[in-house]
């Protein structure tokens, strides 16, 4: 809603990482708007709030960095709409369809990747964007674990010792699709039509990343483009 970071999450100690974190600097301005209203911001803007609002009184020379973990957003989509299915039970507010049907991604610009690597690298600086893959960690923990590692300055067997033993929000799945949480629904997966939709709906940005990263390869197996 554009309101200041609250201080303790702001302020930075002296000689350590500091982290920050949170879902909602990323969550798309359909669900925010449901969440929130109307008014609430796109969450594009975010970076350059968060950066000014850190800076202002951190200790001079302070670098801030930014790690973003992408996931195919065909998956990620189908997963958060399984995550919030209990909107559309509850409320009869459906964040992905609309009322007659068809799949609608209006709302969903934030996972433009190619754009927000865009913005990051204006805000942070591009070599201060750090960008990993979610499918890594589960098809090549290594490729993940390594350069997470680096980053935070520890042994690359502690992360992946860390991430192995402590799985969080694990959805159960069933052969026709993902169960919910708390209504014990299964909710079917896309299908190869609206998985297409969703592929080209976000190419271009998808392009733009994989060339600015040099990662076309990759996201080709992961099923970004």
Do not use: W
């Not at 392009?207 to 390869?217: P, V």
Request: with cysteine.
């Amino acid at each position: 809603m554009g309101k200041e970071l609250l201080s303790r999450h702001s302020e930075v100690a002296r000689g350590v990482l500091n982290i920050l974190s949170d879902e909602s600097f990323t969550a798309p301005l359909r669900l925010r708007r449901n969440n929130f209203g109307i008014e609430a911001r796109d969450p594009i803007s975010f970076p350059q709030q968060i950066s000014d609002q850190v800076l202002n009184g951190a200790p001079p020379g302070t670098n801030l960095e930014c790690l973003i973990v992408l996931r195919a957003q065909s998956d990620l989509i189908y997963s958060q709409y399984v995550e919030e299915y209990k909107l559309k039970t509850y409320r009869g507010v459906d964040i992905l369809f609309e009322k007659k049907g068809p799949m609608s991604l209006e709302g969903y610009e934030i996972y433009n990747f190619g754009r927000y690597f865009l913005e990051l690298s204006r805000v942070f600086g591009v070599t201060n964007v750090h960008v990993l893959f979610f499918e890594d960690l589960i098809y090549a923990p290594e490729d993940f674990c390594r350069p997470l590692a680096a980053l935070l300055g520890t042994d690359a067997d502690l992360v992946r010792s860390a991430l192995s033993s402590n799985p969080r929000n694990k959805k159960k799945r069933e052969l026709n699709g993902y169960v919910t949480e708390d209504l014990d629904i299964t909710i079917p997966y896309l299908t190869e039509i609206q998985v297409r939709q969703i592929k080209d709906h976000f190419r271009d940005g998808n392009l733009m990343l994989g060339k600015a990263i040099d990662a076309l390869e990759k996201m080709q197996k992961y099923g970004y483009l």
